[in-house]
């Protein structure tokens, strides 16, 4: 099913799914991130909601959180009970427009609601299908996971430990790896012909998603185990290479240095003029690692002695890399930030937002802001052959909301000066 472009800016940017339907069906990361992907790439997206939204519509102060602004911007908002016979049914004739379809539902409430693969198999049989889930099939199959969940059971977290304790990470870096795999499936189910019906679904586990990313640490234990004769992990890159990590400069600010190589190693203690510089005992990788503590505590030591202006104008004349260490409310301050194709901008409910957008691009179509809550029901309603009168009934009993109707509160409050002194 094709649909004509609606940004006038296809025509000018990389829209390869220009005409293209998607369905998202779901809420947080994972789904969300996928379909912001595909929405990138010149998708229509319709976000099916219940009556009480996605959750990350109210996780700030009772309103959208930075999840639901950075990944639900340029979609459309269908808001349907689908526990209910008559919002089911309007899902299933939206389902027959669709090429592609992306939840990640419990396994169990995708049955309760009956919208699972062969649930709507009779409306579209020609639907792409992906399920992001916990687990792919395995004894698992039907276990819940979550981000956290993922990060411990694939060994992520044993390394990630915060006074002693295995943490999660801060970021939720597997749904949204998982957003990836699932639309690295889909477009290659794109691309496929005569695919069949079985190939048109796919699963896409939280836990399988970390055990691919994890892939070199499973090779990495395997190979020393089968040459020192004991399981060992290999070392982050901090302490495998001193001078790999981040060090503070005299007024205080932190510095990450890409030492890597003995050339790397050369340049550095050179540009800081520090006594290193030209001993052969350390001139290589292995000896530096042998005296890991003395190299550390002398790249300690000539960091703390230059200020960040100079330590940049060293490092940079040097040609090592190297970057400041910012806090995220700097981070897209930076020029390299600010280069066309990189970030979007809307404004919602009296707030400005820039968004980072899908790399590789060189001009953005503009982005729509963040639907509300059902802002775009009555016209997919009509679009879907529902009358006025039709649409006023499935209003009226709840199968669908509309903007205004069951939409939750805006609670932000306006940001105010503090009082003087």
Same mark, same amino acid.
């Given at each position: ?206 836990? !399988?998603?970390? $055990?691919?990313? /994890? @892939?070199?640490?499973?090779?990495? #234990? ?5 040459? +020192?004769?004991? *399981? ?79 330590? !940049?104008?060293? $490092?940079?004349? /040097? @040609?090592?890399?190297?970057?400041? #260490? ?5 981070? +897209?301050?930076? *020029? ?86």
């Amino acid at each position: 099913m094709h649909y004509p472009p609606t940004n006038a800016l296809d025509a000018m940017t990389p829209r390869p799914l220009a005409g293209r339907r998607v369905i998202e069906l779901g809420t947080m990361i994972a789904a969300p991130f996928a379909t912001h992907i595909l929405a990138n790439l010149g998708a229509e997206v319709i976000k099916v909601e219940p009556p009480s939204g996605d959750t990350t519509r109210a996780l700030v102060r009772g309103g959208p959180s930075g999840t639901f602004l950075a990944y639900n911007h340029s979609k459309q908002s269908l808001c349907l009970d689908l526990t209910q016979p008559e919002g089911l049914e309007v899902f299933q004739r939206l389902v027959a427009t669709a090429d592609i379809l992306i939840h990640n539902l419990s396994p169990a409430a995708t049955r309760k609601l009956r919208i699972t693969r062969d649930d709507l198999a009779a409306f579209n049989p020609e639907l792409i299908y992906c399920h992001i889930r916990g687990y792919a099939h395995g004894p698992q199959h039907d276990d819940l996971a979550t981000n956290p969940v993922a990060e411990a059971q694939t060994g992520a977290m044993d390394d990630h430990r915060v006074n002693g304790r295995p943490s999660r990470f801060g970021p939720s870096y597997h749904d949204q790896f998982a957003g990836c795999f699932a639309v690295i499936r889909v477009l290659a189910a794109l691309l496929a012909r005569d695919l069949t019906p079985e190939q048109r679904y796919f699963e896409i586990g939280l836990y !399988e998603t970390g $055990l691919h990313v /994890a @892939g070199r640490d499973y090779a990495g #234990v395997q190979l020393k185990t089968q040459l +020192l004769g004991r *399981p060992e992990k290999e070392g982050g890159g901090e302490f495998s290479s001193p001078g790999y990590g981040a060090y503070l400069t005299a007024d205080g600010r932190w510095v990450y240095l890409l030492v890597l190589t003995d050339a790397h190693w050369a340049k550095l203690t050179r540009a800081l003029s520090m006594p290193e510089a030209g001993d052969e005992s350390l001139a290589r990788l292995r000896d530096r690692k042998k005296q890991r503590d003395r190299c550390e505590a002398a790249v300690v030591a000539a960091m703390a002695k230059v200020s960040f202006a100079d330590c !940049e104008r060293l $490092l940079r004349e /040097a @040609g090592l890399g190297f970057t400041e #260490v910012l806090p995220v409310e700097r981070v +897209l301050e930076a *020029p390299q930030a600010r280069q066309p194709g990189k970030l979007n901008a809307f404004d919602y409910r009296g707030y400005h937002f820039d968004v980072p957008e899908l790399p590789g691009q060189d001009a953005l179509a503009a982005a729509t802001p963040p639907p509300e809550l059902g802002e775009h029901s009555l016209a997919l309603l009509a679009a879907l052959g529902f009358d006025p009168a039709a649409s006023a009934a499935l209003l009226a009993q709840g199968a669908v909301a509309a903007a205004g109707e069951n939409a939750q509160p805006f609670a932000w409050a306006p940001v105010r000066d503090k009082p003087a002194g």
